[in-house]
């Protein structure tokens, strides 16, 4: 079985019950000849890029302007250095480039 049941637009609209969106058409246009674990690599790539990036801006603004976010810290006195910010950064990044997405890569076909 593969991950797209459908083998044309009008029945994927027809399974939904509805206009398939923009984005569902040009997503089904892309992925609809693709094997499965190809697409698996791309959804593992882009949540990879997603926890990398919207982590980001979390931690600069922590570590640039620390005023802005002490009203919703639990602990609003304590002040961690930059370089203790980049260090979690790079440690929750090498965790998930390491242990979390081979578990994905394991499991995402298994329940499948």
């Not at 593969?2 to 569902?24: K, N």
């Not at 000849?33 to 931690?59: G, K, R």
């Not at 639990?74 to 990044?93: A, E, G, M, T, W």
């Amino acid at each position: 079985q593969r991950m797209l049941p459908f083998s044309s637009l009008e029945e994927a609209a027809a399974s939904l019950g509805r206009p398939l969106t923009h984005a569902e058409t040009l997503w089904f246009r892309y992925s609809a000849t693709m094997p499965d674990y190809f697409i698996y690599f791309i959804i593992f790539f882009l949540f990879f890029w997603f926890m990398v990036l919207c982590s980001l801006p979390l931690a600069l603004i922590e570590a640039m302007s620390p005023k802005l976010v002490n009203k919703f810290k639990v602990q609003p006195n304590v002040r961690i250095p930059f370089s203790r910010v980049l260090q979690c950064y790079k440690d929750v990044f090498i965790i998930q480039l390491i242990a979390i997405t081979p578990i994905e890569s394991i499991f995402i076909p298994f329940f499948k």
